[in-house]
T-cell receptor
Framework: KAGVTQTPRYLIKTRGQQVTLSCSPI?????VSWYQQTPGQGLQFLFE???????NKGNFPGRFSGRQFSNSRSEMNVSTLELGDSALYLC???????????FGPGTRLLVL | AQTVTQSQPEMSVQEAETVTLSCTYD???????LFWYKQPPSRQMILVIR??????QNATENRFSVNFQKAAKSFSLKISDSQLGDTAMYFC????????????FGTGTSLTVIP
């Protein structure tokens, strides 16, 4: 099976712009979670989607949003980008009842 | 609140030696899984080992083993016969059974294996 894929791998934006990141889970996995990773902060949980519904949400402002499509692919959107949004954004998938998350390679976002 | 603490931001070990990475967590729940994930410099996060909280026996996976102390809420990772490929960031995490399966991660320990 192919692993979790994320596009794009690298992205440079300027403050005030918006960005959309994409994640394709492992085939058959219906749960997709998003994390923000910054040095010293570890992985901060953004949200989890399961069967097109948001199941969990972390403590991030409303500028961060997501959605999941019927094929389980997920997108994450960040509006009105701030310098502090520069980070590695990781996506992870798992099956509906699975306990192990499988991570993608991440999207490195740089906000200038 | 659920928290995970990794008190060692950086560690190093000589090749072929043994190293232990510490992790403590806090939860009032009783049923959960614990994990150690590894993130090599290439950035792909992979699972190293997992432990079910209801199991008393410590999990092992080849050179990797854990010391799970449920009462102390401690979950350390021991790497035996360290190899250069073990150089990575290691994250401790746990996942609750009953609250939507959200994962909680620590801030990571950067391990360098010295030749």
């Amino acid at each position: 099976k192919a692993g979790v894929t994320q596009t794009p791998r690298y992205l440079i934006k300027t403050r005030g712009q918006q960005v959309t990141l994409s994640c394709s889970p492992i085939s058959g996995h219906r749960s997709v979670s998003w994390y923000q990773q910054t040095p010293g902060q570890g992985l901060q949980f953004l949200f989890e989607y399961f069967s097109e519904t948001q199941r969990n949400k972390g403590n991030f402002p409303g500028r961060f949003s997501g959605r999941q499509f019927s094929n389980s692919r997920s997108e994450m959107n960040v509006s009105t980008l701030e310098l502090g949004d520069s980070a590695l954004y990781l996506c992870a998938s798992r099956s509906g009842t699975g306990v192990i998350q499988y991570f993608g390679p991440g999207t490195r976002l740089l906000v200038l | 609140a659920q928290t995970v603490t990794q008190s060692q931001p950086e560690m190093s070990v000589q090749e072929a030696e043994t190293v232990t990475l510490s992790c403590t967590y806090d939860t009032s729940e009783n049923n959960y899984y614990l994990f150690w994930y590894k993130q090599p410099p290439s950035r792909q996060m992979i699972l190293v080992i997992r432990q079910e909280a209801y199991k008393q026996q410590n999990a092992t996976e080849n050179r990797f083993s854990v010391n799970f102390q449920k009462a102390a809420k401690s979950f350390s990772l021991k790497i035996s016969d360290s190899q250069l490929g073990d150089t990575a960031m290691y994250f401790c995490a746990f996942n609750l059974f009953n609250t939507g399966n959200q994962f909680y991660f620590g801030t990571g320990t950067s391990l360098t294996v010295i030749p």
